[in-house]
C-alpha cells in the first residue's frame, strides 16, 4: 500500500486537483430534488401522508417502482477501492474521489443519476451479499477499481443473483471501446478479424474481456495469444494460472512475449510501460495495429512507434495522443440504453452493438462540439480518428438506441421502444434542451421538403451544414457559390457533394438578369442604377438569393455567418418586404429550467416606439402558438404598473393600451418587472394582473435590455439560446449569428423550411 506524501511534496497538477475537489461544496455530486418542496401542500405529497400512495401500489405491482420512483434511472457506482487506477490497493475510502467521479460522468453525458458506494471488505462473498441485499434500489450497478481475479468472482455471482445489468466497467468498457477502434482499424488496413494474429499483453479483468469481446465477433481461438507477466498462456501451463486464463491457453511454441509476436496484426497491451519493444514491433506483419493502453504510460511510445513503423495504427489510454480508448464513450451510453428498456442484464449482444455504433460513428463528419475539443482542428476518419471523440453530441442520439437494440432482439428487455424516432429524439432532450423545441420542427421540415437557399455556400461551415440538412431528410439545400470553390471545400473535409444538394453560381447564373430586372424595379427610385443592380445580383450572394426566393426560385433562405445581422438584414430588406400588416421582428427562443421563454425584440428595434412594442408582443404570441405554446404576454420595464415613473415604462403601458384596441386573442400586461411576469407569488402582490400564468413571451423595452438580458441568461444561467428568429417577413429568411455552428445553422434553415416568421 502507499504511503501518504508530504504535502511539500505534491506537484503543480495535483495542488490543482486537491484544490479543485475542496473548493465550494466538496466532492463532486450532490442530490437534487426533481419535485418543488416549498408549500405545505408539496411537502405532504413527497412525504407524509401523501407517500402512502406509491408505497401501496409498488407494494401491490414491484414493477410500478419504475413509475413512482428514480429506479429506473439510478445507478450505484461500487467499489471496495482494491484496484484504484493504476494507484493499487488503496482501499474503500480512497476509491471514493474516483467513484464521485464516475457519477459525475454518468450524468454529464448520459443524464444516468449515479450515486456511489464503497464496501469496505477484500472478501468477494461479504462484497457479493452487500450488494445483492441493497441491489433492489438500483436500475444498474457498475462495478469499478476492483482487483482481479476477485472481480470475475463478483460480476459473475451479481449477474446470477439480481435480474438488472451488472457491468464492471475495467473489464467490458474498456473491451468496447478497444473493439469499436479494432474494428476501423481493420477497415482501413483492408483486414479481417477471422484472417488476423492477435496478442494481448496483459492478462487481467480488462485483457481477458477485451479478448473474449473480439472473440464475440469472430477471432478463431487459435488465433490469439493471451500473455501475463511469465509469457504466453499455453495448453498445459500450470505456473500463475487460473481458470480464466486457462479459457484462452493455446497450442503455441512461443514462450515469451518477443516469441508470441511476430508475423502477428494486432497488439493490444493492457500491462506496462515499455513492454513493446522496436524489435517486437518491427516482426510484426504488414499494418500492424497496435493498442498500448497502459497507464499512465503505454506500452511504446506512439512516437517511437510511427518512427519504427509508419504503416501502424496506434491507440493508447491518453488524451494527449491520437485514439485515446476513453471508457466514457461506452459506459453511460451503455447503461443508458438498458435502463430504458429495463434490461435484466448487459450481454455480449449489447456489447457488441455499442462497438459497432461506435465504429460507425467515427466515420462520419465530425460536429463543431469535437472541433472545439481538439483546439479548432476537425478530425477525419484515418489512422488518427479511428475512434469517436468523447464529446461529440451524437453519441446520446446513436449508442444508447444500438444498445436497446441489441438487448430487444436478444430477449433481456423488459420494455419494448415503441417508435425508434420518438426514442432518439428524448435521448438528444436530455442533454440538449433546444431538442425539444426543434424536434417538432424537424418533423414537419421532413413532411415539407422544401428548397432553402444556403447563401453563404462557399463557407465550409455553411457546406457542412447543407450536408446535414440533406442527410437529416430536412429538405433540399441550395449552395449558392463557385462549383470549384465549393468542391475544393468538400474535398478539404473528406466530404463529396450529395445528390438532393444543388449548387447556382451567381455570377453566370441564367436568372441573373431576371433577377435584375426585379431588384431595378424595387430601388431605381433610391437612387440605384440598373447597372448597381446587376453589380449587387452578380457579386452579393445575400442580394441573389433574397432575388431567387423573392421569385419563387427556392422556398426559404437562410444566410449570416460571414456578416453582421444587422448588415445581413439590410440586404434582405432590400429585396423582400414585411408580410401583410407586420412588422419584421427578431424573437429569441430561450430554455431554461425546463421552461420555454420567448424574448423579443432582440435584433431589429432600438428603441420601439409603443406602436412597436404593441406589434412585437403580437409577433411574440404568433410565434409562441407556432412553438405549441399558449401565449401570455408580459411588457417588461424596471417598473412595475405605475411605479416608479419611467419613459421606457410609459411606452409598455401605452402598447397595453394599443393592444386593448386590437382585440387581441391571448393574456398580456404590463408593464411589469420580470420577477412579477415569472414569479406568481410576486405576481400576487398585483392581484389586478391580467395574467393568469407565469409569463412565457418577455417583450423588452428596447433592444440593449434584451439582447443584454438573454446573453446573461446564456452565460451565466445556463439557459439555452435557440434563433434569434426572424419574424414578420413575407418570405421564409432566417438570418445566423456569425459564430454559430453548423447545429444551430441546421436549426435556423429548418425553422426557414417551415416558415414560422410569417
Known sequence: MAGKKDNSEESYDEKEALKFHAEGKPGKIAISATKPMETQSDLSLAYSPGVAA???????????????????????????GSAILGLGNLGALAAKPVMEGKAVLFKRFADVDAIDIEIDTE???????????????????????????????????????????????????????????????????????????????????????????????????????????????????EENTNQWKAAHAVETEARTLEEAIKDSDIF????????????????????PIIFAMANPDPEIDPNLAKEVRPDCIIATGRSDYPNQ????????????????????????????????????????????????????????????????APFDPRLIRDIPPAVAKAALESGVARQPIVDDDA?????????????????????????????????????????????????????????????????????????????????????????????????????????FSKRDCLRMVNTDRNIFSACMLSLGDADAMV???????????????????????????????????????LVGDTNVHDMPSAEEIADITQAGADLARKLGLDPHAALLAYSSFGYPEGER????????????????????????AADVALNPE???????????????????????????????????????LVGPLLVGVSKPVQIARRGCTVSELVNLASIAACDLGN
Not at 502 to 523: G, M, P
Not at 569 to 592: M, N, T
Not at 684 to 711: D, G, Q
Request: proline letters at 4%; aromatic letters at 6%; charged letters at 25%.
Open 54 to 80: 406509491p408505497v401501496l401500489a409498488i407494494s401491490d405491482n414491484s414493477e410500478s417502482v419504475y413509475d413512482y420512483t428514480s429506479k429506473g434511472n439510478l445507478v450505484a457506482v461500487i467499489s471496495n
Open 123 to 237: 472478501d468477494p462473498s461479504v462484497f457479493t451479499t452487500t450488494v445483492e441485499k441493497i441491489g433492489k434500489t438500483f436500475g444498474g450497478i457498475n462495478l469499478e477499481d476492483i482487483s482481479a481475479p476477485d472481480c470475475f468472482i463478483i460480476e459473475s455471482e451479481l449477474r446470477e443473483k439480481l435480474d438488472i445489468p451488472v457491468f464492471h466497467d475495467d473489464q467490458h468498457g474498456t473491451a468496447i471501446i478497444s473493439t469499436a477502434g479494432i474494428i476501423n482499424a481493420l477497415d482501413l488496413t483492408g483486414k479481417k478479424i477471422e484472417n488476423v494474429k492477435v496478442v494481448v499483453n496483459g492478462a487481467g479483468a480488462a485483457g481477458i474481456a477485451c479478448l473474449e469481446l473480439l472473440k464475440s465477433m469472430g477471432l478463431p481461438h487459435d488465433n490469439a495469444i493471451l500473455c501475463d507477466s511469465k509469457g504466453p498462456i499455453y495448453i498445459g501451463r
Open 268 to 287: 493490444l497491451g493492457l500491462s506496462v510501460k515499455d513492454a513493446l519493444t522496436k524489435k517486437m514491433l518491427k516482426s510484426m506483419n504488414d499494418k
Open 325 to 388: 480508448v476513453n471508457n466514457v464513450l461506452g459506459f453511460p451510453y451503455i447503461f443508458r440504453g438498458a435502463l430504458d428498456v429495463r434490461a435484466k442484464t448487459i450481454n455480449d449482444d449489447m456489447k457488441i452493438a455499442c462497438a459497432e455504433a461506435l465504429a460507425k460513428l467515427a466515420r462520419e463528419d465530425v460536429p463543431d462540439e469535437v472541433a472545439a475539443a481538439y483546439s479548432g482542428i476537425r478530425p477525419r476518419y484515418g489512422p488518427d480518428y479511428i475512434i469517436p
Open 423 to 527: 426514442y432518439k429524439n428524448r435521448l438528444s432532450a436530455r442533454l440538449d434542451p433546444a431538442a425539444d423545441v426543434m424536434q417538432p420542427i424537424y418533423q414537419k421540415a421532413k413532411r415539407l421538403t422544401k428548397k432553402v437557399i444556403f447563401a453563404e455556400g462557399e463557407e465550409e461551415r455553411v457546406i457542412r451544414a447543407a450536408l446535414n440538412f440533406r442527410e437529416l431528410g430536412l429538405g433540399i439545400p441550395i449552395l449558392v457559390g463557385s462549383e470549384e470553390k465549393i468542391a475544393e471545400n468538400l474535398s478539404e473535409i473528406g466530404q463529396q457533394l450529395q445528390s438532393g444538394i444543388e449548387i447556382i453560381n451567381s455570377e453566370i447564373s441564367d436568372k441573373s438578369n431576371e433577377y435584375v430586372d426585379y431588384l431595378y424595379a424595387r430601388l431605381q427610385r433610391k437612387g
Open 559 to 597: 444566410t449570416g455567418t460571414t456578416r453582421n445581422y444587422s448588415l445581413a438584414l439590410e440586404d434582405i430588406r432590400q429585396v423582400i418586404d414585411p408580410a401583410e400588416e407586420k412588422r419584421i421582428v427578431g424573437i429569441s427562443v430561450i430554455i431554461s429550467n425546463e421552461r420555454t421563454v
Open 649 to 672: 415604462s410609459t411606452f409598455m403601458r401605452e402598447a397595453v393600451d394599443i393592444l386593448d384596441k386590437r382585440n387581441v386573442d391571448f393574456e398580456y400586461d404590463g408593464e411589469m
Open 682 to 720: 410576486a405576481m400576487k402582490f398585483y392581484p389586478f394582473c391580467r395574467l393568469t400564468e407565469p409569463a412565457n413571451v418577455l417583450i423588452m423595452p428596447a433592444i440593449h435590455s434584451a439582447s443584454i438580458s438573454t446573453k446573461l441568461l446564456q452565460e451565466l444561467g445556463g439557459a439555452t
